[in-house]
């Protein structure tokens, strides 16, 4: 049997989530027999190990009295209170559903010998000599549980710790290592590295360490010292050593053989220098802020300590030998059980943990994670000082230092506020100069691609709290960050300010791929339109710029192979883009962290070439579109063929992106069955007329991403048409979904041929009023989600993301970004943010409102939002102050070209 009671052995908690995590043991007696739970067969008397996580969410902090209270159940209202240490473990039955809110979270699969949880609740944690990584709402220890940190060394991993921002861990010969990890983005790539700072001489070598929520590290030593690391981020520092352990009894074995020092077995400190140890003996210790000396903590126990945590707020959690934890409250002098923990046979997995509660900020696309800074509660608002400035102290580049003068001129802008109000901000309590910039990674590539990191960590507080810090591995990703950081800021003008909240910021994108398309070919865009668009783009971090420049219609590219394209094929001499100008708006787009990918859409849609290139089109009078002679490319001329070669590999050094969208949408066979010649080379080799279209993908694709080396996008007619579409394409290709009515049956289909998807179909900007009331069809928009298909999770990690649609038949350069936006908004949200966080249409509604006047006081054209019929959000009919037809900007509101 299992026994009804766990020991718990190691505590390790941070409260600013309101998660919390435990290690315990519990012992299979009997035969030898299979446990359920950590699904490893165990013999006679072996100790297990699992980990369990308590849900709830922030629960735990809005004064429920039960080992975990669900947000559902608890008012968005309610005062935070600290978590009771008289509550009881809520027991579940095996067979049974428990209400939501009482309910325990197994982590299957897991078998930890060391573990440290972060802030936001995310997990490090070592099993049989490997760290890994678990973020805070994977459900299994396994498959999209835990994620391998394995390092480059024979050696193994015996202790892990960290943050949210850094990791430390211990190899079995001593070595520290140190990985900069934030969160759930953790790039393959994120090597870990020895520890810069040396131990000191006496020190010996790292036996176990613990680190506190913004990277502070506190270490054990192999010779009983106590060491501690203030900045883990940047361990070229000094390393400090605390005062040794009192010495409570002259007892050999408490002692080093090598020292006179009281043997630590376990230590655990917080950012306002708090440090706890346990020695051998089992007494509990306290090394206050500034002091020398230790003091005996908490000796209410009637056994020994074995493990002790103290969080971020100064609340104290310990284990003692007979397996029981305690709770002590933050400046208080006792420490109380808390009560036994419910046995492993009642453990299983929970249904939804609730809704977490909001923090109320306006940043759009809204963050992955979002925590105060310190505490479970806000703070008073930090103020922006005069001076301000955004300060890099890590790598550099040249995206980095473009961005960073940007966005040192919008907040700039927004301190203008302050001087024409004469504010007196710098005499607040709270003041911050410095946003701290650090990008770790120096050997990113300069320009994006679809495997760019554009994760980062964001920590806004005042300089008394050190600071505000922005850290990412790319310079891409602290671009998004500091979008962030600059959506933080408000104008106060009661208190003349402009000030933010002291938030902890964990964020990375949901999907690689989230873009816009743009149609220059129906209707062209001066290149001075397409860079509006751009820097309009980082405003919500979109990063893909999908050109379709050559339609039916016309012909703006300026080919040097092929000259008359653009002579005969463009509007007019001025309606076309040269080389020098495709260049500048590569460039320009790669310093905001955007990517441009070109489609030339064949073979349908090239009734164009017929002006230029009349040979590579198939001659079918009567079937041709617009009345020409000349309709669909022909892929039974051998000119065809060494004309497209010709062509894509001219693109290839015009466009650098590793992707080429090839189109092939809307192919009519009608063309190709009335040339004679056309239907003569079918019969000679036994095809039919709809085999033609696979035909001339296939050997497109051959040369695009054979012969050239580019990824290739298709549109998805090009999926359906082919018998074989993996065959025809190539395992690497991605389709794009365009029709919003197929969009979940063809989702499905692409991804269980193993294919990459984008969804577009459902976020056709150009549609106004598609069955909503004017300005509200972003509401369609946010109630699509790109992974509302039936199929396996595998399936669904095949959506690589989406874009927005702008077609040309009623767009151009006059009026392409109030078209656009606000409601690209609502598909960037999408494409950023974790799905769990989207499903709000209120509450969104609230920010696309505060989103909409941002880019108006930025310059860029956004339109009126139509509001939901929700009193929460007033509609456009609200008249007076506080109407959302009412932004300030708009009354001065002037565009300044970004070029």
């Given at each position: 049997h299992?026994?009804?009671?766990?020991e718990?052995?190691?505590?390790?908690?941070?409260?600013?989530?309101?998660?919390?995590?435990?290690?315990?043991?519990?012992?299979?007696?009997?035969?030898?027999?299979k446990?359920?739970?950590?699904?490893?067969?165990?013999?006679?008397?072996?100790?297990c190990?699992?980990?369990?996580?308590?849900?709830?969410?922030?629960?735990?902090?809005?004064?429920?009295?039960?080992?975990?209270?669900?947000?559902?159940?608890?008012?968005?209202?309610?005062?935070?209170v600290?978590?009771?240490?008289?509550?009881?473990?809520?027991?579940?039955d095996?067979?049974?559903?428990?209400p939501?809110?009482?309910?325990?979270?197994?982590?299957?699969g897991?078998?930890?010998?060391s573990?440290?949880?972060?802030p936001?609740?995310?997990?490090?944690?070592?099993?049989?000599?490997?760290a890994?990584?678990?973020?805070?709402?994977a459900?299994?220890?396994?498959?999209?549980?835990?994620?391998?940190?394995?390092?480059?060394?024979?050696?193994t991993?015996?202790?892990?710790?960290?943050?949210?921002?850094?990791?430390?861990?211990?190899?079995t010969?001593?070595t520290?290592?140190?990985?900069?990890?934030?969160?759930?983005?953790?790039?393959?790539?994120?090597?870990?590295?020895?520890?810069?700072?040396?131990?000191?001489?006496?020190?010996?070598?790292?036996?176990?360490?613990?680190?506190?929520?913004?990277?502070?590290?506190?270490?054990?030593t192999?010779?009983?010292?106590?060491?501690?690391?203030?900045?883990?981020?940047?361990?070229?520092?000094?390393?400090?050593?605390?005062?040794?352990?009192?010495?409570?009894?002259?007892d050999?074995?408490?002692?080093?053989?090598?020292?006179?020092?009281?043997?630590?077995?376990?230590?655990?400190?917080?950012?306002?220098s708090?440090?706890?140890?346990?020695?051998?003996?089992?007494?509990?210790?306290?090394?206050?802020p500034?002091?020398?000396?230790w003091a005996?903590?908490?000796?209410?126990?009637?056994?020994?300590?074995?493990?002790?945590?103290?969080?971020?707020?100064?609340?104290?959690?310990?284990?003692?030998?007979?397996?029981?934890?305690?709770?002590g409250?933050?400046?208080?002098?006792?420490?109380?059980?808390?009560?036994?923990?419910?046995?492993?046979?009642?453990?299983r997995?929970?249904?939804?943990?609730?809704?977490?509660?909001?923090?109320?900020?306006s940043?759009?696309p809204?963050?992955?994670?979002?925590?105060?800074?310190?505490k479970s509660?806000?703070?008073?608002p930090?103020?922006?000082?005069?001076?301000?400035r955004?300060?890099?102290?890590?790598?550099?580049?040249?995206?980095?230092?473009?961005?960073?003068?940007?966005?040192?001129?919008l907040?700039?802008?927004?301190?203008g506020?302050?001087?024409?109000?004469?504010?007196?901000?710098?005499?607040?309590?709270?003041?911050?100069?410095?946003?701290?910039?650090?990008?770790?990674?120096?050997?990113?590539?300069p320009s994006?691609?679809?495997?760019?990191?554009?994760?980062?960590?964001?920590?806004?507080?005042?300089?008394?709290?050190?600071?505000?810090?922005?850290?990412?591995?790319?310079?891409?990703?602290?671009l998004?960050?500091l979008?962030?950081?600059?959506?933080?800021?408000q104008?106060?003008?009661?208190a003349?300010?402009?000030?933010?909240?002291?938030?902890n910021?964990?964020?990375?994108?949901?999907?690689?791929?989230?873009g816009?398309?743009?149609?220059?070919?129906?209707?062209?865009?001066?290149?001075?339109?397409?860079?509006?668009?751009?820097?309009?783009?980082?405003?919500?971090?979109?990063?893909?710029?999908?050109?379709?420049a050559?339609?039916?219609?016309s012909?703006?590219?300026?080919?040097?192979?092929?000259?008359?394209?653009a002579?005969?094929?463009?509007?007019?001499?001025?309606?076309?883009?040269?080389?020098?100008?495709?260049?500048?708006?590569?460039?320009?787009?790669?310093?905001?962290?955007?990517?441009?990918?070109?489609?030339?859409?064949?073979?349908g849609?090239?009734?164009?070439?017929?002006?230029?290139k009349?040979?590579?089109?198939?001659?079918?009078?009567?079937?041709?579109?617009?009345g020409l002679?000349?309709?669909?490319?022909d892929?039974?001329?051998?000119?065809?063929?060494?004309?497209?070669?010709?062509?894509?590999?001219?693109?290839?050094?015009?466009?650098?992106?590793?992707?080429?969208?090839?189109?092939?949408?809307?192919?009519?066979?009608?063309?190709?069955a009335?040339?004679?010649?056309?239907?003569?080379?079918l019969?000679?080799?036994?095809?039919?007329?709809?085999?033609l279209?696979?035909?001339?993908?296939?050997?497109?694709?051959?040369?695009?991403?054979?012969?050239?080396?580019?990824?290739?996008?298709?549109?998805?007619?090009?999926?359906?048409?082919?018998?074989?579409?993996?065959?025809?394409?190539g395992?690497?290709?991605?389709?794009?979904?365009?029709?919003?009515?197929?969009?979940?049956?063809?989702?499905?289909?692409?991804?269980?041929?193993?294919l990459r998807?984008?969804?577009?179909?459902?976020?056709?900007?150009?549609?106004?009023?598609?069955?909503?009331?004017?300005?509200?069809?972003?509401?369609?928009?946010?109630?699509?989600?790109?992974?509302?298909?039936?199929?396996?999770?595998?399936?669904?990690?095949?959506?690589?993301?989406?874009?927005?649609?702008?077609?040309?038949?009623?767009?151009?350069?006059?009026?392409?970004?109030?078209?656009?936006?606000?409601?690209?908004?609502?598909t960037?949200?999408?494409l950023?943010?974790?799905?769990?966080?989207?499903?709000?249409v209120?509450?969104?509604?609230?920010?696309l409102?505060?989103f909409?006047?941002?880019?108006?006081?930025?310059?860029?054209?956004?339109?009126?939002?139509?509001?939901?019929s929700?009193?929460?959000?007033?509609?456009?009919t609200?008249?007076?102050p506080?109407?959302?037809?009412?932004?300030?900007?708009?009354?001065d509101?002037?565009?300044?070209?970004?070029?």
């Amino acid at each position: 049997h299992i026994s009804s009671e766990c020991e718990a052995v190691e505590f390790r908690d941070k409260h600013l989530a309101g998660t919390l995590w435990y290690q315990i043991h519990f012992t299979i007696m009997g035969c030898q027999r299979k446990n359920t739970l950590s699904e490893r067969w165990s013999v006679l008397a072996m100790v297990c190990t699992m980990v369990l996580h308590v849900a709830g969410g922030t629960g735990a902090y809005m004064g429920g009295t039960v080992a975990c209270v669900s947000q559902d159940q608890v008012d968005d209202n309610t005062p935070n209170v600290p978590l009771s240490p008289a509550y009881t473990w809520t027991r579940e039955d095996v067979m049974n559903t428990s209400p939501v809110g009482t309910k325990w979270t197994e982590r299957t699969g897991c078998a930890p010998t060391s573990l440290d949880v972060t802030p936001l609740g995310h997990a490090w944690a070592v099993q049989t000599g490997t760290a890994y990584f678990f973020p805070a709402d994977a459900t299994e220890c396994s498959g999209d549980g835990w994620v391998d940190l394995t390092f480059n060394s024979t050696d193994t991993i015996q202790d892990i710790c960290g943050s949210d921002i850094v990791a430390f861990a211990i190899t079995t010969s001593g070595t520290l290592l140190r990985r900069i990890g934030i969160s759930a983005a953790l790039p393959a790539g994120t090597a870990w590295v020895v520890a810069e700072a040396p131990l000191p001489p006496a020190a010996g070598h790292v036996t176990r360490c613990t680190a506190t929520a913004r990277g502070k590290i506190v270490v054990i030593t192999s010779t009983g010292q106590i060491l501690a690391l203030p900045n883990g981020t940047r361990t070229t520092g000094a390393w400090s050593t605390l005062a040794p352990l009192p010495r409570t009894r002259a007892d050999a074995a408490q002692l080093h053989p090598s020292s006179t020092n009281n043997i630590p077995i376990a230590v655990s400190g917080n950012d306002a220098s708090n440090v706890l140890a346990v020695d051998a003996g089992g007494t509990l210790w306290r090394l206050a802020p500034q002091s020398e000396t230790w003091a005996r903590a908490y000796a209410t126990s009637t056994s020994k300590w074995l493990s002790v945590d103290i969080d971020s707020a100064g609340n104290v959690w310990a284990v003692d030998a007979n397996g029981s934890v305690f709770h002590g409250v933050a400046g208080g002098s006792t420490i109380v059980a808390v009560g036994g923990m419910p046995a492993p046979s009642c453990v299983r997995v929970s249904a939804s943990m609730g809704k977490m509660a909001e923090i109320p900020i306006s940043v759009l696309p809204r963050p992955a994670s979002v925590a105060y800074a310190d505490k479970s509660h806000p703070t008073a608002p930090v103020v922006l000082a005069v001076d301000f400035r955004l300060a890099n102290v890590g790598a550099s580049s040249d995206v980095l230092t473009s961005a960073l003068a940007r966005y040192q001129s919008l907040v700039n802008s927004t301190m203008g506020f302050v001087s024409r109000l004469h504010g007196n901000h710098d005499k607040a309590a709270q003041v911050c100069t410095t946003l701290s910039v650090r990008v770790i990674d120096t050997t990113t590539s300069p320009s994006p691609s679809m495997d760019t990191d554009e994760s980062y960590w964001l920590v806004t507080q005042s300089d008394a709290n050190g600071g505000s810090t922005l850290v990412a591995h790319t310079a891409f990703g602290a671009l998004r960050g500091l979008e962030t950081f600059s959506q933080l800021l408000q104008k106060n003008a009661t208190a003349r300010v402009v000030q933010f909240l002291a938030l902890n910021i964990t964020d990375a994108p949901r999907f690689p791929f989230r873009g816009l398309m743009v149609d220059p070919a129906r209707r062209f865009l001066p290149i001075q339109a397409l860079h509006a668009v751009v820097d309009s783009m980082v405003y919500a971090k979109l990063n893909v710029l999908h050109i379709h420049a050559t339609d039916d219609q016309s012909w703006p590219l300026v080919m040097e192979t092929f000259p008359d394209m653009a002579t005969k094929g463009a509007f007019s001499p001025d309606h076309v883009y040269t080389p020098a100008d495709i260049a500048k708006l590569i460039d320009f787009a790669r310093m905001r962290g955007v990517r441009v990918i070109v489609e030339v859409d064949m073979p349908g849609h090239s009734s164009i070439l017929s002006l230029a290139k009349p040979e590579v089109v198939t001659e079918c009078p009567g079937t041709a579109p617009y009345g020409l002679s000349h309709g669909t490319i022909d892929p039974t001329k051998n000119a065809t063929w060494q004309y497209i070669e010709a062509l894509f590999t001219e693109l290839s050094k015009r466009f650098p992106d590793e992707y080429v969208f090839l189109g092939g949408d809307e192919v009519t066979t009608a063309c190709w069955a009335a040339n004679a010649n056309v239907t003569a080379w079918l019969k000679q080799r036994g095809m039919e007329v709809t085999e033609l279209q696979a035909y001339f993908e296939k050997r497109l694709a051959g040369i695009v991403h054979g012969t050239l080396g580019r990824e290739v996008i298709v549109w998805q007619e090009v999926f359906q048409t082919a018998a074989d579409p993996v065959g025809t394409l190539g395992q690497s290709a991605i389709v794009d979904i365009w029709k919003g009515s197929e969009l979940p049956g063809v989702l499905a289909q692409v991804t269980s041929a193993g294919l990459r998807a984008l969804v577009s179909g459902c976020w056709y900007l150009d549609l106004i009023n598609d069955g909503t009331a004017w300005g509200r069809e972003w509401i369609n928009y946010y109630n699509c989600d790109p992974t509302n298909f039936n199929g396996t999770e595998a399936q669904k990690k095949l959506v690589v993301g989406g874009h927005g649609a702008i077609w040309g038949e009623a767009c151009d350069g006059s009026n392409i970004l109030p078209r656009i936006w606000p409601r690209l908004a609502a598909t960037a949200e999408k494409l950023w943010t974790p799905a769990a966080h989207t499903r709000d249409v209120t509450a969104f509604a609230r920010r696309l409102h505060q989103f909409r006047c941002m880019l108006l006081a930025r310059g860029i054209a956004a339109s009126p939002v139509g509001a939901l019929s929700d009193p929460a959000v007033p509609d456009d009919t609200t008249i007076g102050p506080g109407s959302v037809s009412f932004c300030s900007a708009d009354v001065d509101f002037a565009y300044v070209p970004p070029y």
